[in-house]
T-cell receptor, first 115, second 109 residues
Framework: GAGVSQSPRYKVAKRGQDVALRCDPI?????LFWYQQALGQGPEFLTY????????KSGLPSDRFFAERPEGSVSTLKIQRTQQEDSAVYLC?????????????FGSGTRLTVV | QKEVEQNSGPLSVPEGAIASLNCTYS??????FFWYRQYSGKSPELIMF????GDKEDGRFTAQLNKASQYVSLLIRDSQPSDSATYLC?????????FGTGTRLQVFP
């Protein structure tokens, strides 16, 4: 597609509920990132894929967070047993590999509210 | 110490003035530096990137990098009310971007 597509745009979850957030990157982009952005803060790195390989998951805040990209294109970020502190905007970004200076393109994000 | 530091602002400038946004970073080995603009409720959009010491100009925007001082800045000339947004500085660490908290810029008519 023309841009990075994320769904749903908004998600309200009851505390303890599991959620799944989807990211469809720009076609052909090898690199895919998930970021978490709390209100008034900059995006915080969660995890990174190159094709289907998850190369870095050092930013995932707990084992309740899990991400996958099984075929090297669409990615899903899953949060189990959601808690109020999980409320944030979850941003997905993609980029072509081999561009030492290029930035990444962000999707519109999913705003998760845990009540 | 955070890896990327920015003054949260707000930075208020009159229309037509130069807005100067600053950022410092802690990893001396960092190679690439980015400025993103984020309007309220929207996702970050890339404005510029720089990886050589000195200045890089693109229209009304100039990015400046000083690796010895671990300092990167963004100048916006002829500021317009439509430039009012949060400006995020990011530093590339291996393949991931590390962001600062952003500086909120307000341009008043």
């Amino acid at each position: 597609g023309a841009g990075v597509s994320q769904s749903p745009r908004y998600k309200v979850a009851k505390r303890g509920q599991d959620v799944a957030l989807r990211c469809d990157p720009i076609s052909g982009h090898v690199s895919l990132f998930w970021y978490q952005q709390a209100l008034g803060q900059g995006p915080e790195f969660l995890t990174y894929f190159q094709n289907e390989a998850q190369l870095d998951k050092s930013g995932l805040p707990s084992d309740r967070f899990f991400a996958e990209r099984p075929e090297g294109s669409v990615s899903t970020l899953k949060i189990q047993r959601t808690q109020q502190e999980d409320s944030a905007v979850y941003l997905c970004a993609s980029g072509p590999s081999g561009r030492p200076g290029g930035g990444y393109t962000f999707g519109s994000g999913t705003r998760l509210t845990v009540v | 110490q955070k890896e990327v530091e920015q003054n949260s602002g707000p930075l208020s400038v009159p229309e037509g003035a130069i807005a100067s946004l600053n950022c410092t970073y802690s990893d001396r080995g960092s190679q690439s530096f980015f400025w993103y603009r984020q309007y309220s409720g929207k996702s970050p959009e890339l404005i510029m990137f720089i990886y050589s010491n000195g200045d890089k100009e693109d229209g009304r925007f100039t990015a400046q990098l000083n690796k010895a001082s671990q300092y990167v800045s963004l100048l916006i000339r002829d500021s317009q009310p439509s430039d009012s947004a949060t400006y995020l500085c990011a530093v590339r660490n291996t393949d991931k971007l590390i962001f600062g908290t952003g500086t909120r810029l307000q341009v008043f008519p």
